[in-house]
């Protein structure tokens, strides 16, 4: 009996600001219903892997942009491929980088097959290199997209989950005008605000959710955008000097 009482009136003080001072939604979440509970902690749980997804994505792929910056600009610089190579390997988080270290290995294998000639003289060498750099490029863009999708889970699944709570605290309030034997405010308003507050915290799990999700996609299009400019450069590179 006394830990009715105490529930009811940790209730009436979370929707009463008359006597709270203040509306306090997570006393009135913790004090919901078994279900509400499992719902709200679902959520939670759900924003807090998506916060960590959002700051470890954040974090890779600006250092792999940035990365990317530096190498190109040695890359361009530099006289010789093999000197290219050793620069390269400073660059662990450049999926531009690591392309062109595939590449390189490959192309020094086709001028040791080739060893003695003035350069590779068969087109098929060519499309060697090519495959080299097509197969670097999916690897790495496997590393970009990963957890990205879990973020666009949570943007999709959070608010049906927020909702799914919303249905269970409505479903309360009824039951509770049905056992009471009355409709009044103080009957449905804790089965109400409880459903209302799910709703909430799911919009608050999902919208950074979707916001990161759209952010880091276009940072993951401009760094595909650059892989496919280095790979056609690289090929002409190739064409130029290793061809005949």
Known sequence: MGIHLLANTSLAAALNPAQSG????????????????????????????????????WFYLSKAQNESIAFLDEFWAAKRLDAVYQTAENYKRSPIAQMFKNAYVELAKLQRAKEGQAGIHEEGSLENVERALRRSA????????????????????????????????????FRMIA???????????????????????????????????????????????????????FLNIVKRHFLR
């Open 22 to 57: 203040s509306f306090n939604l997570i006393e009135l979440l913790l004090t919901a219903s078994g279900t509400v509970r499992a719902v709200l902690f679902m959520l939670v749980c759900l924003s807090i892997i998506g916060w960590y997804v959002i700051g470890y994505k």
């Open 138 to 173: 999916t690897s790495e863009s496997t590393l970009l997209e990963s957890m990205i999708p879990f973020l666009a889970t949570v943007g999709s699944a959070a608010p049906f989950i927020g909702l799914f709570g919303t249905v269970i605290g409505i479903i309360d309030a």
């Open 179 to 233: 056992t009471q034997g009355s409709s009044s405010l103080q009957t449905v308003a804790p089965g109400i605000a409880e459903a209302l507050g799910t709703t909430a915290i799911g919009l608050v799990a999902a919208v950074p959710a979707v916001m990161a999700y759209n952010f880091f996609a276009r940072k993951i299009k401009v760094l595909q955008s650059e892989m496919d400019s280095f790979a056609n450069d």
